[in-house]
């Protein structure tokens, strides 16, 4: 039996099975791909999460060469918000229906932890329906050198506090040969593993990422997958729960140091790196297409290529437009339910879990009236 063979089979691709999957011609690794998103979500529907992306500061004492969002705190725009500053933004988002904020920064040295406990209890009194995914590993390995304390003692406090999820944020690539090219003093991947499984273990929400485009070879993407797989094998055997979905996008240089350096990624090298995780990653049921860095159009292609999510109106996403992404800093729900329902789709707004909320009524949107929730089928 060839490789497709046994992958539309649901059987596991080994390491060598997965690398052969590049070269094979793409439609035919893309047919499986779907055929697998059609088995492990409803095959008719496609979801899309309303949300706001909060950057609290630019702040960062990392300095990786693909990041253009960062500042140090000498330069004229570097800030950090207020308690109040990110309430508002929060009540712009509650505005048009959204409950859910993924909350990042830099990793700021001049911030204490108690800074942090302090904005999690505040946004936890004033806006208690409102669910908080915050802090990326990378920003939790900072706080472990700011505090001296690991990131089991820190994650507790900070879930006592009103922490929800912890974002799957800096995976990259994660082969720390790739990472250190790309950033000498970027978290390394052991470290990466080490602060989402804690994470995993004490039941908060985490995702998996993965960004190409570093000249990384096809045996480090493979390498990358396979520790996404393993790793959610062991939170799900021993937590009862892992990763919620897997999101990818392309590496942006255009403003960064490594504009020349690094080859970025085209739509063809996306569509079938996504076809690819979809099938070798057989124990994560939700791949998210990425709008931001890759346009609507491409997105929605993704979506015959393993993607059964279009991923969220984020309202406010300053790192990859940052880096010259395609200058989309969020979305509008008609954007998306337009897109979705173009692409052939049944839209439906979804909860981090991927548990579906509403089907929103889709000829309304797209009229541009009040959208009138439907009940669940």
């Not at 000498?184 to 485009?213: C, E, H």
């Not at 990859?320 to 707004?349: K, L, M, W």
Request: hydrophobic share 40%; charged share 20%.
């Amino acid at each position: 039996m060839d490789v497709l063979s046994r992958a539309a089979a649901g059987e596991r691709l080994s390491a060598s099975e997965i690398l052969e999957l590049y070269q094979l011609p793409l439609p035919e690794v893309a047919a499986v791909a779907h055929e697998l998103r059609l088995r492990r979500s409803n095959p008719q529907v496609v979801t899309y999460l309303i949300d706001r992306n909060i950057n609290y500061t630019n702040i960062c004492n990392v300095a990786c060469n693909f990041c253009a969002f960062y500042r140090t705190r000498r330069q004229s725009d570097a800030y950090v918000l207020s308690f109040e500053e990110i309430g508002h933004k929060i009540e712009e988002l509650m505005q048009i229906g959204g409950r859910r904020i993924l909350m990042q920064g830099g990793v700021n040295p001049d911030l204490p932890f108690e800074w942090y406990l302090e904005l999690l209890r505040y946004l936890k009194k004033h806006y208690p329906e409102v669910r908080i995914d915050a802090f990326s590993p990378e920003e939790i390995l900072g706080l472990e050198k700011i505090t001296g304390r690991d990131c089991h003692e820190l994650l507790v406090a900070l879930k006592e506090a009103g922490l929800d999820g912890l974002p799957g944020a800096g995976g990259e690539i994660l082969v720390d040969e790739v990472r250190a090219k790309a950033a000498p003093a970027r978290i390394k991947s052991n470290d990466w593993f080490r602060i989402l499984d804690t994470a995993q273990r004490l039941g908060l929400y985490t995702i998996a990422t993965m960004v190409i485009g570093f000249g990384e070879t096809y045996e480090q993407r493979v390498a990358h997958l396979l520790q996404i797989r393993e790793q959610q094998d062991k939170a799900l055997r021993t937590y009862g729960q892992g990763f919620a979905a897997f999101a990818m996008w392309t590496l942006q240089t255009e403003h960064t140091r490594l504009k020349g350096k690094a080859p970025g990624a085209t739509a063809h090298e996306y569509l079938q790196q996504l076809a690819i995780a979809r099938i070798a990653l057989d124990n994560i049921p939700n791949l998210q297409a990425s709008w931001p860095s890759m346009g609507f159009k491409v997105a929605q292609a993704a979506l015959y290529y393993g993607a059964n999510d279009f991923g969220s109106t984020m309202l406010e996403e300053n790192v990859v437009s940052a880096a010259g992404g395609h200058n989309r800093t969020h979305a509008t729900v008609r954007q998306i339910v337009r897109h979705i329902a173009d692409a052939g789709f049944i839209p439906a707004e979804r909860d981090p879990y991927y548990n579906i909320k509403q089907y929103p009524d889709v000829q309304a949107i797209l009229n541009e009236k009040p959208p009138v929730a439907l009940p669940l089928a």
